[in-house]
């Protein structure tokens, strides 16, 4: 799925994606690239909806709270809601990076 998504085929990435989530339920990745297709398409809600599903699945990856903080200001522009999962975000991620880049998003 991922290389047909990097090669602009998106149906059939999606297909792909959606496959694997059959196979293995509990892998946060096809849901993380179903949202950014979603998001791609600029259906918020549905994006939301797959990063929402992805986070109990990885709550230690930090741009699943990246994302999913944006994807609230892009639906309805709820600040307060997206620097709520920053902030949880940044208190749970491993990623020294991520932490960095949440951390700065709740500074702005």
Same mark, same amino acid.
């Given at each position: !799925?991922?290389? $047909?998504? =990097?090669?602009?085929?998106f ?13 293995d339920? @509990?892998?946060? @990745? ?6 950014? $297709? @979603? ?6 809600? &549905?994006? *939301? ?6 986070? +109990?699945?990885? +709550?230690?990856? !930090?741009?699943?709270?990246?994302? $999913? !903080? &944006?994807?609230? $200001? ?5 600040? +307060?809601?997206?620097?709520a ?8 991620? *491993? ?5 960095? =880049? ?7």
């Amino acid at each position: !799925g991922f290389i $047909l998504l =990097k090669r602009g085929q998106f149906e059939e990435a999606t297909r792909e994606f959606q496959t694997a989530l059959t196979l293995d339920a @509990s892998n946060e @990745s096809p849901l993380m690239n179903l949202a950014e $297709l @979603s998001a791609k398409d600029k259906n918020y809600a &549905q994006a *939301i909806q797959y990063y929402e599903k992805a986070l +109990p699945l990885a +709550p230690d990856r !930090g741009l699943i709270y990246l994302r $999913l !903080g &944006q994807l609230y $200001l892009q639906e309805n522009g709820d600040l +307060p809601k997206a620097k709520a999962v920053w902030q949880k975000g940044a208190e749970n991620t *491993i990623d020294e990076d991520a932490r960095n =880049k949440l951390q700065e998003f709740l500074n702005r």
